[in-house]
């Protein structure tokens, strides 16, 4: 099985931040990872795909990057609407799925 | 527009067996190349994949879960269902339906349903 690690698991930042977080695999998963955003009581909604392609309509402050083993979703600069839990998602033995254990983004 | 509506009961007892249905409208179960699957969130924690079924019925489960996983397919109503049985109370979970559109992540979700597991 190929494992997720996703850090931090928790951050506390200020609206205009940029914001950071991590995905590693413990194998190469080349480019076969997404990210989502979850926000209290919602289903999660895809952000990227192929670890750096934005899903239409999302806004162009976030954006992914990374390849292999160690992947990236970045937030520009974090916006009021943008506190909510996110999760990266690998699917490199679809159609099975392994998410990472989230990062809860609250307010500094 | 597609649409998934998970329904079922929102409460089981332990040792029972859990069972809920995705209903699917605005497309066809059959029309898709694609896998419809269920994921689940305990309260305050993060998502895990259940298992995942194709229109012809071959499935796919999420190993943790494979002894007491069940879906099926009825193409014919447009529904996909899961069966989970033994529960306990680390059951105790929103439960969502979901299909992906051939991004080979999910694209279309259900709005979820808590299930819960007490006596």
């Known amino acids: 099985d190929i494992q997720m690690t996703q850090s931090p698991s928790s951050l506390s930042a200020s609206v205009g931040d940029r914001v950071t977080i991590t995905c590693r695999t413990s194998q190469d998963i080349g480019s076969e990872l997404g990210w989502y955003q979850q926000k209290p009581g919602k289903a999660p909604k895809r952000l990227i795909y192929a670890a750096f392609s934005l899903q239409s309509g999302v806004p162009s402050r976030f954006s992914g990057s990374g390849s292999g083993t160690e992947f990236t979703l970045t937030i520009s600069s974090l916006q009021p609407e943008d506190f909510a839990t996110y999760y990266c998602?690998?699917?490199?033995?679809?159609?099975?799925?392994?998410f990472g254990q989230g990062t809860k983004v609250e307010i500094k | 527009q597609l649409q998934l509506q998970e329904s079922g009961p929102g409460l089981v007892k332990p040792s029972e067996t859990l069972s809920l249905t995705c209903t699917v409208s605005?497309?066809?179960?059959?029309?898709?190349?694609?896998?419809w699957a269920w994921i689940r969130q305990p309260p305050g924690k993060g998502l895990e994949w259940i298992g995942s079924?194709?229109?012809?019925?071959?499935?796919y489960y999420n190993p943790s879960l494979k002894s007491r996983v069940t879906i099926s397919v009825d193409t014919s109503k447009d529904q996909f269902s899961l069966r989970l049985t033994s529960v306990t109370a680390a059951d105790t979970a929103v439960y969502y339906c979901?299909?992906?559109?051939?991004?080979?992540?999910?694209?279309?979700w259900g709005q979820g349903t808590l299930v819960t597991v007490s006596s």
């Open positions: 979901a299909h992906d559109y051939g991004g080979n992540l999910p694209d279309y």
């Open positions: 605005g497309y066809s179960i059959s029309s898709s190349s694609y896998h």
């Open positions: 998602l690998h699917h490199k033995n679809y159609p099975t799925w392994t």
């Open positions: 079924i194709y229109h012809s019925g071959s499935t």
